[in-house]
């Protein structure tokens, strides 16, 4: 049987699990589904319209598994074009203050720190860490078991397993050999892992000649993770070389298979959805 506080507001329409808890002054719009033994903490709303302004009038929806954490006052908006859908998988952990724009997609046993902020369509994988205070753009990628540091900007692909540099743009700091190990990771797989980090970031190859040895190297495993992650990127994917300072504009990049790693041009569909 669903908690539900006598000041939180539910509309109809709203599909509650079992053993639902939700705390003083949440608002659950009507298009939305919670799975059961979510917990919903004090004024976080789900559900609300999209901050996209193309957005028409149409059924849109949110849609969260189960075992979720939602903490004090996140915002989780729902798909902006008709039928679509915002998804958060199960066991997720939402601090407080986060952002979950129109579209995005959050794997497994993802957790979003405080003040984190995720523009429309982003997707991150299982058991990603997304830190306090890091902004992501919209239509990014971040990949299974990544780790973004605390305050960082990121408007490209995050590949699978690795970490970020906190408080800097587009920076990848390494391979996230904790996290891997934590989740249960075989020494083979991490192994791999490492490989496959080196051919792409440490061995002066441009993306299109590390995908052609990533692809001869693993035809299976971590390291063929990477390799159709980077491959299936539009935006290009952060670098390992320092950024530019933070006061200067965004650059406009994707992925080109024949330059060096984050060189290329932004899709135009990117401009017609909000930006965080």
Do not use: W
């Amino acid at each position: 049987m669903a908690m539900i506080h006598p000041t939180a507001l539910v509309e109809p329409g709203a599909l509650i699990g079992a053993n639902v808890e939700l705390g003083p002054y949440v608002v659950i719009f009507g298009n939305v589904t919670l799975g059961p033994n979510c917990r919903i903490h004090a004024g976080a709303v789900i559900g609300d319209l999209p901050q996209d302004l193309g957005f028409q009038p149409a059924d849109t929806f949110v849609r969260i598994g189960a075992d979720c954490v939602i903490r004090e006052h996140v915002t989780v908006h729902r798909g902006t074009k008709p039928g679509t859908s915002t998804e958060i998988g199960r066991d997720c952990y939402l601090m407080a203050n986060s952002h979950v724009g129109h579209n995005v997609r959050l794997g497994n046993k993802v957790i979003l720190a405080n003040n984190a902020l995720l523009g429309g369509y982003v997707e991150v994988g299982d058991g990603a860490f997304i830190s306090g205070n890091v902004v992501i753009h919209q239509f990014v990628r971040i990949g299974r078991l990544a780790m973004l540091s605390g305050g960082c900007g990121i408007g490209q692909d995050v590949p699978p397993f690795c970490t970020t540099k906190g408080i800097q743009r587009n920076r990848i700091a390494g391979v996230n050999t904790i996290g891997m190990r934590r989740a249960g990771m075989a020494p083979a797989d991490r192994q791999q892992v490492q490989r496959a980090f080196r051919i792409l970031y440490q061995s002066n190859l441009n993306v299109g000649q590390a995908l052609e040895r990533m692809r001869a190297e693993f035809p299976d495993g971590p390291g063929a993770e990477v390799a159709k992650f980077v491959a299936a990127s539009h935006r290009g994917i952060c670098s390992l070389r320092p950024s530019e300072p933070l006061a200067e504009p965004l650059p406009a990049t994707g992925l080109s298979t024949t330059s060096p790693i984050g060189v290329g041009e932004m899709s135009s569909e990117e401009t017609s959805s909000d930006q965080l």
